[in-house]
């Protein structure tokens, strides 16, 4: 009995043992317990992003921050090693080096010093497959994207890192906190590898980023191992909207994208065009400009897109559900393309100074243009307004909603414009859908991004206004004022630079462990027509208050918003009023999807895609992963941990057999005793 108390005893004392030297050696990575990590995604036709092992990806750490570094990384004699890659050598020629070497086996990211001088992970062509086609030698729109040829996709050298597929090699980026701990003991162990020397011990990682998902989005939807990627569509109007009324849309995107999930900052890519819209809304909506806004013939109303920077997901929703002319806004006061009599869109404003006007068809956006030029003149912190509705309509909006007008003639005929800040040759933004595109990128709290914003939102404004009553620019007078241009900025730091901003803090309430970081606006996935991703809850609020009527008094403890068209919606600042308001959401998931786990077959263009899927709707999906985590160890010599394996096992039978020699040794003399 006591030998075998003894044991019991040995074991709990390793069991106890074993956890307190798994928190010894164990470290892990504090800034990617969320999701600072590259994800998967799959379409119809094949997969993207990243993935770990099951078991997770292991490896010897080993710093590559100038060339020479991977130069020596290429020759390194272990066979598994995770990269730790400064963020300017994250480029698409050093990449492919890394993943033809078949001891890379996934890497930590990190930013020490400056900026890259360029950097877009998207394609040069964004959206290229989806919405209305571009000609056969599309403009080279992002050019600081692309670097990639694909087997069976394109051989051009225009795919961008993020729609790469990087196989079981996971991509993490590291916080501040955390790198600094790590190369705290990098220093320490593996500052000799660089010399060629493999010396132990030395410090490496595990990453852990496992995806389900696998092959494309059939088989992974049927396996219910991926998600469509979907989220809200946030828009208001200026009155209530009404069944077969005129509409005047202005419209922007309102989701952003970058490599690492959960750091798409988009400050140009949408926050600047969205909090431009917002403002514009804002400042037709003020009391003093009422009596102009209720004389107007047409309701304006705003749509922020979510799903913008996979395909299209929000504008195409939208435009299927007006050509079908049945369900939006909802089915009792449903309207068609033949209400919107006039399209205005807002897509990254900040560049050169300029605004540049694009359209679909340069003759049927000749009176919006005209509205703009005189407009103009009322704005002078906008250098020009350039005209170039002849030049290609470049990847926005507009051609996942248009793409949704089967009728062509109707489609050449749409009054449509979209301002931009860049000219025909192509993004004035380095760092387009980057992470390196937040309010650093965009001067967010520089008075010369406010001002020129700011007049870009009056501009905005006074078109729409114009628009909606067919009226000169020139005759629409609004009021606005200096807090109309700070309530702009502030909307543009909260998005872009940081989300624990006072602004986010009195409208959604967000409280607890955030980090002062901008506010992440990939779109997600959501069941749910009203479950908010944080983005577009606070672009909701935003929304919310800028087209509110008046505020009332609560009569009891709840101001909840129903998203019933026909009513005005109460909706509460979690730290300030309640808004009596004419703001909604609206479902935003592809087309392509028959129901949640089922995309349509294909369909044919004789039948307006009526009899299945349009092949340019957006497929995307986002695979289902298990819990993503980081961590750190030093590391024996394996042929020490070998030696040690071997003395463990020889230990343990040792061990068996002493007890059973202690135990026979043991029976031997209590038999002697009762004999």
């Not at 489609?411 to 449509?416: I, K, L, T, V």
């Not at 087209?547 to 026909?566: F, G, R, W």
């Not at 307006?608 to 819990?627: I, K, L, M, Q």
């Amino acid at each position: 009995m006591a030998l075998k108390i003894a044991l019991c005893l040995q074991l709990v004392a390793l069991a106890v043992g074993t956890a307190t030297m798994r928190r010894l050696v164990y470290q892990s990575l504090k800034g990617n317990s969320g999701m600072n990590t590259c994800t998967r995604l799959l379409n119809a036709t094949h997969q993207i992003g990243c993935t770990s092992p099951e078991s997770g990806a292991v490896g010897i750490l080993f710093n590559i921050a100038e060339e020479s570094h991977l130069d020596t990384f290429k020759d390194a004699s272990e066979d598994a090693y995770i990269a730790l890659v400064e963020a300017r050598m994250l480029t698409p020629a050093n990449y492919k080096r890394l993943l033809a070497m078949k001891h890379y086996k996934g890497a930590l990211v990190y930013q020490e010093g400056a900026f890259p001088s360029s950097q877009s992970p998207d394609n040069f062509v964004p959206n290229q497959d989806n919405g209305l086609p571009f000609g056969d030698s599309p403009t080279i729109w992002n050019s600081n994207g692309g670097g990639f040829g694909v087997p069976d996709r394109t051989a051009d050298g225009s795919v961008g890192m993020h729609f790469l597929n990087h196989g079981d090699r996971p991509l993490y980026l590291l916080s501040e906190e955390d790198r600094v701990t790590v190369f705290a003991q990098y220093n320490r162990y593996n500052s000799k590898l660089l010399d060629g020397s493999s010396d132990y011990p030395l410090f490496g990682a595990q990453l852990f980023n496992f995806m389900y998902g696998v092959r494309d989005a059939h088989l992974c939807l049927r396996r219910e191992h991926c998600d469509p990627v979907s989220g809200q569509n946030v828009w208001g109007s200026t009155r209530l909207v009404k069944k077969d009324e005129g509409l005047v849309l202005a419209a922007a995107q309102m989701d952003a994208l970058a490599l690492f999930h959960d750091v798409a900052a988009g400050a140009n890519a949408d926050a600047s065009g969205m909090v431009t819209l917002i403002s514009a809304a804002r400042i037709l909506s003020r009391s003093d400009n009422r009596a102009t806004l209720d004389s107007l013939q047409r309701t304006i109303a705003f749509m922020l897109f979510n799903g913008e920077a996979l395909g299209y997901i929000g504008s195409s929703k939208l435009g299927y559900d007006l050509f079908n002319g049945d369900t939006w806004p909802s089915s009792e006061q449903a309207l068609s393309f033949d209400n919107l009599e006039g399209y205005l869109e807002l897509s990254q404003l900040t560049g050169d100074g300029n605004l540049y006007a694009y359209a679909n068809s340069a003759a049927a956006a000749s009176d919006i243009v005209s509205e703009l030029t005189i407009a103009k003149t009322l704005a002078p912190n906008v250098a020009a307004l350039v005209d170039e509705t002849a030049s290609e309509l470049p990847p926005v909006s507009l051609r996942g909603l248009l793409n949704e007008q089967r009728d062509s003639a109707k489609q050449d005929a749409f009054p449509g414009v979209v301002l931009t800040g860049y000219p025909n040759s192509g993004f004035s933004n380095k760092y387009y859908n980057s992470r390196f595109d937040n309010g650093d990128n965009v001067n967010a709290s520089s008075d010369e991004t406010m001002d020129k914003l700011c007049d870009t939102a009056l501009l905005v404004a006074r078109t729409l206004a114009g628009i909606a009553n067919d009226t000169d620019v020139a005759d629409i007078t609004l009021n606005t004022d200096a807090s109309e241009c700070q309530h702009l900025k502030d909307m543009l730091v909260c998005f872009a630079s940081n989300q624990t901003c006072s602004l986010a803090q009195q409208s959604t309430g967000l409280q607890g462990s955030i980090p002062n970081t901008p506010m992440s606006r990939y779109v997600g996935v959501t069941r749910s027509a009203t479950t908010f991703q944080r983005g577009a809850f606070f672009a909701f609020q935003l929304m919310a208050e800028a087209l509110s009527i008046e505020n009332v008094t609560l009569v009891d403890d709840t101001c909840a918003p129903n998203n019933d068209i026909k009513q005005y919606q109460t909706v509460q600042w979690r730290n300030g009023p309640c808004y009596n308001t004419t703001a909604y959401v609206s479902r935003a998931i592809s087309p392509a999807f028959a129901s949640y786990y089922k995309l349509k077959g294909v369909g044919t263009a004789e039948a307006n895609y009526a009899d299945g899927r349009d092949p340019r709707w957006s497929t995307w999906t986002e695979s289902v992963w298990g819990a993503t985590s980081g961590r750190t160890f030093v590391m024996a010599d394996p042929r020490l941990q070998l030696a040690t394996l071997l003395g463990g096992i020889a230990y343990f039978f040792a061990c068996i057999g002493g007890v059973y020699a202690c135990t026979q040794c043991t029976s031997q003399g209590v038999a002697g005793t009762l004999a």
